[in-house]
């Protein structure tokens, strides 16, 4: 199907027209056959598989942002994925396949090598380049291998445990207080976009997959936040 094509039927989706949306979900059923292959062997059917990547599929769908200028594919698969590991996760944990894990650590590898080269980081578009691999390959194998973290999982002892979306800075000098003070005055979904970002280190990509949105309005919202952040401090 041509992008234009795809792009149309989103939208009409979204408008809450059912027949572009089976067809969109039909159009693309041999993409989440493809990623419930991958995890055939977790202990779940594979249809079962299917059927929550197709839920994936349809979150895609719907959460979408027509401006972002990306294929909905490569958008698509961190969404299938996380269905399936999320469904996988809560049956058992899931082992990652060898060449999976493989192929991230290359990814890694190229992400590092292109950033010095390109004075930036480099686009998942440009690492799939360099490992002669497509995009969606690229986005499944760093989906598999990220660490999952829960806003709610509690570091340290249980005696002196705090949880996670608490956990914004250590109080022990003047800045540390006023840089609390100033992320208290955050959103909560502003508060978790800079947790997630940059005390679980997780990705714009991951950021996104999380709270329900694009990668692109990820990006705004964190330039919004660390210039409203700076104006505070």
């Given amino acids: 199907m041509e992008m234009e094509e795809t792009r149309r039927l989103i939208a009409l989706s979204q408008q809450g027209d ?3 949306r089976s067809k969109l979900v039909e159009e693309n059923l041999p993409l989440v056959h493809n990623i419930a292959r991958r995890f055939v062997e977790r202990g779940a059917e594979f249809e079962d598989l299917v059927q929550v990547g197709c ?3 349809l979150k895609a769908i719907l959460d979408f942002d027509l401006n972002f200028d990306v294929q ?3 958008y698509a698969v961190p969404k299938i994925m996380g269905e399936i590991r999320q469904h996988l996760r809560s049956a058992q944990p899931m082992r990652v396949a060898r060449s999976l894990k493989k192929l991230a650590s290359d990814a890694l590898r190229a992400q590092d090598c292109l950033a010095q080269s390109l004075g930036r ?3 998942i578009s440009e690492i799939a380049s360099e490992l002669n691999t497509s995009p969606e390959e690229v986005v499944c ?5 990220a660490p999952v973290y829960s806003l709610h999982s509690t570091l340290g002892s249980d005696d002196d445990s705090l949880a996670l979306e608490d956990v914004v800075a250590v109080p022990d000098s003047h800045e540390h207080f006023m840089l609390r003070q100033a992320l208290q005055k955050l959103e909560p979904e502003e508060r978790r976009l800079i947790i997630l970002r940059y005390f679980a280190e997780k990705s714009q990509s991951q950021v996104a997959e999380e709270l329900g949105t694009s990668q692109a309005q990820i990006s705004r919202m964190e330039a919004r936040i660390m210039r409203q952040l700076r104006h505070d401090l």
Avoid: M
């Fill in 18 to 20: 059912l027949q572009a």
């Fill in 55 to 57: 839920l994936g599929l």
């Fill in 72 to 74: 909905f594919s490569t």
């Fill in 121 to 123: 980081r480099p686009t």
């Fill in 141 to 145: 194998a760093l989906e598999a291998v």
